[in-house]
């Protein structure tokens, strides 16, 4: 009976039904963050193609995307291959620290 005892502390199955409910919150997704305040921009300049598009794959040392602070234009490059799943800023859009720019699945 000790055994069946032990068997229940698997319970914490529900606990990790929890994350698979968290998956749903994106909790376990990976994102791209802004490395510091600025302008978001998609683009290198207003006529260009987007440097990514959703559903687009990546390889690390990309760039993803452009955020301005103090007037320079700090490309932010991939530190590893994967696939944008969502872009969460609007071009243009001004981020802080730490804002999620994109949900990413690397590969």
């Given at each position: 009976a000790a055994p069946m005892a032990s068997?229940?502390?698997?319970?914490?199955a529900a606990p990790s039904a929890a994350p698979a409910a968290?998956?749903?919150?994106?909790?376990?997704?990976?994102?791209?963050?802004?490395?510091?305040?600025?302008?978001?921009?998609r683009a290198p300049n207003p006529g260009s193609e987007p440097f990514v598009k959703k559903g687009?794959?990546?390889?690390?040392?990309q760039t993803l995307c452009i955020v301005e602070a103090m007037k320079l234009m700090n490309?932010?490059?991939?530190?590893?291959?994967?696939v944008i799943?969502?872009?969460?800023?609007?071009?243009?859009?001004?981020?802080?620290y730490g804002d999620r720019l994109f949900k990413v699945t690397p590969s």
């Open positions: 068997v229940p502390p698997p319970a914490p968290a998956a749903a919150e994106d909790d376990d997704a990976t994102y791209v963050t802004s490395p510091f305040v600025g302008t978001f921009y687009a794959a990546f390889g690390k040392g490309e932010i490059e991939a530190e590893y291959d994967g799943d969502e872009i969460l800023v609007e071009n243009g859009q001004p981020v802080e």
